[in-house]
């Protein structure tokens, strides 16, 4: 596991800019499916989250993994600097990780509409690239 709190302040401030982000997930057939979306990270756990909707593609591919989580692909770029995070995503839909995700995508984007149906991807980073 990469040590996010070792990459540097430009990294952790490139993570905390508002950026819009790509998700990439490898459905059953071996396909990918890269889908925007807004991505908060934990440099002190290695932590990546993704609030969705519970019947999202995503969602249901990292439900289906179960704890061993599903392989997943996360880029953020802006011109000529860019990041992406490798690793597994696992689905949490208990209302303490839900609720701590929600706070974190409000600091990074803004608050969340409500949706009863949100789950919150966690993505345990195992690779880094990029350019920051």
């Known amino acids: 596991m990469p040590d996010l709190t070792s990459r540097g302040e430009r990294f952790a401030e490139f993570w905390t800019e508002r950026h819009l982000c790509t998700l990439t997930t490898v459905r059953p057939n071996g396909t990918a499916h890269t889908v925007p979306v807004g991505v908060t990270l934990d440099l002190e756990s290695g932590i990546a989250r993704v609030i969705c909707s519970r019947q999202s593609v995503k969602a249901r591919l990292a439900a289906a993994a179960g704890e061993v989580g599903s392989v997943v692909s996360i880029c953020q770029l802006d011109g000529r600097r860019w990041s992406t995070l490798e690793g597994?995503?696992?689905?949490?839909?208990d209302p303490g990780s839900v609720a701590d995700?929600?706070?974190?995508?409000?600091?990074?984007?803004?608050q969340p509409r409500v949706n009863p149906r949100r789950v919150v991807l966690e993505i345990k980073v195992t690779?880094?690239?990029?350019?920051v």
């Open 88 to 93: 597994r995503a696992v689905m949490r839909d």
């Open 127 to 131: 690779r880094v690239l990029g350019s």
């Open 101 to 110: 995700a929600e706070n974190r995508y409000a600091k990074r984007y803004k």
